[in-house]
């Protein structure tokens, strides 16, 4: 296949709007459909060689708009293009281990006008052209001139997202279907195009994702922007609050007494144990400090992991399971000293978080 950052014209570091700017130009250069019609020659030696010549440049052309759309679809891709950069063609196209499981082998779908067509919105080759007739102009932005057509109201979308999504980030391709200038210019016409929305690690609910002059097309209206709004799902183990993650979890008696250890298996796949040797008290919480939801815009920045903890008391104790209890617990059966020289039971007041002396701070241990 050869390297697909030269065949973008492009260096290792590029950036993604450099590897979309790179792909487009070579596109609409390369696309078959954009070559103009050969005149027919008369029959000479001359005729024949140019005729081959041409022919020549034509496979050429194709070939490399076969192997750039190729190259944009990894390229373009976060988990693609991390497999390449870092293990190469070979293991991006034979699979490997990851941590989730195996990654499958990658392969290209073999339709580089399917490539186009998702880029571009359009199977048109003059998409560049086409994009640039139907921008507004002065003319129609302007109110002190007649002619203004006004903007149409913003589109919106639903974009509903999950936890694991908003924790590690994401790329969704997602269909919209548009009014749009036929290409005669005889009409409108109806017709899909992908809008690919990236979704920053720490997404917030209610974030906007906007995509100018994606609306519907017309001869009287400036097409309205189309803005997908993030709507986070519900998680069945964490709950957020603002960069924190919140999950509780339920205890028997015995371990809010003597101690209990909580499994927790992390947004982004890691498991570890949390050892509590803490009595749990109302209100009680362990902190674990940078294993919340990540800090929109501050990369390696994350919130706190909270767990809060709940005590599920017995239904119903045997006289025998009482006993044990008041032997254990009530102090005024403690042996070897008087009824006076016993200390009252220790009164606390309960707060909303119940900090741990340093000496016995939680401990996680990973598995």
Do not use: W
């Amino acid at each position: 296949m050869g390297n697909y950052y030269r065949l973008l014209g492009l260096r290792k570091d590029a950036t993604e709007a450099e590897i979309n700017a790179a792909f487009k130009k070579l596109a609409l250069a390369h696309n078959p459909k954009r070559q103009r019609p050969r005149p027919m020659l008369t029959p000479s030696e001359h005729a024949q060689e140019q005729l081959m010549r041409e022919q020549a440049e034509q496979l050429e052309s194709l070939q490399i708009f076969m192997l750039t759309a190729e190259a944009y679809d990894v390229l373009n891709d976060p988990l693609r293009k991390a497999i390449y950069d870092q293990f190469g063609e070979k293991a991006l196209k034979e699979g490997l281990p990851g941590p989730d499981g195996f990654i499958n082998p990658y392969a290209y779908h073999g339709d580089p006008f399917r490539t186009f067509r998702e880029f571009f919105g359009t199977d048109n080759p003059f998409a560049d052209l086409l994009a640039a007739s139907c921008a507004p102009t002065d003319i129609m932005v302007s109110k002190d001139v007649q002619g203004f057509h006004p903007k149409e109201p913003p589109v919106l979308k639903p974009l509903p997202l999950t936890f694991e999504e908003v924790y590690n980030g994401a790329i969704k391709k997602l269909i919209i279907s548009k009014k749009v200038l036929k290409e005669d210019g005889t009409g409108l016409e109806s017709r899909d195009k992908v809008l690919t929305v990236r979704i920053p690690p720490g997404t917030s609910e209610g974030m906007q994702f906007n995509f100018p002059s994606e609306g519907d097309q017309g001869g009287k209206i400036q097409p309205a922007d189309v803005i997908f709004v993030a709507q986070i799902q519900s998680h069945s183990i964490f709950e957020r609050e603002g960069n924190n993650l919140v999950m509780t979890v339920t205890v028997n008696l015995c371990e809010a007494l003597c101690g209990a250890q909580v499994p927790v298996k992390t947004l982004d796949g890691r498991s570890f144990k949390v050892f509590n040797v803490h009595m749990v008290q109302p209100g009680y919480e362990k902190v674990l400090a940078g294993e919340g939801m990540p800090v929109l815009g501050e990369p390696g920045k994350k919130g706190d992991l909270v767990i809060r903890f709940k005590v599920k008391y017995p239904n119903k104790l045997t006289e025998d399971q009482k006993q044990h209890l008041r032997s254990a617990l009530d102090p005024t059966k403690q042996v070897g000293k008087s009824a006076y020289e016993r200390k009252p039971p220790a009164t606390f007041t309960v707060t909303d978080r119940c900090v741990c002396p340093d000496e016995d701070a939680p401990r996680a241990l990973m598995t």
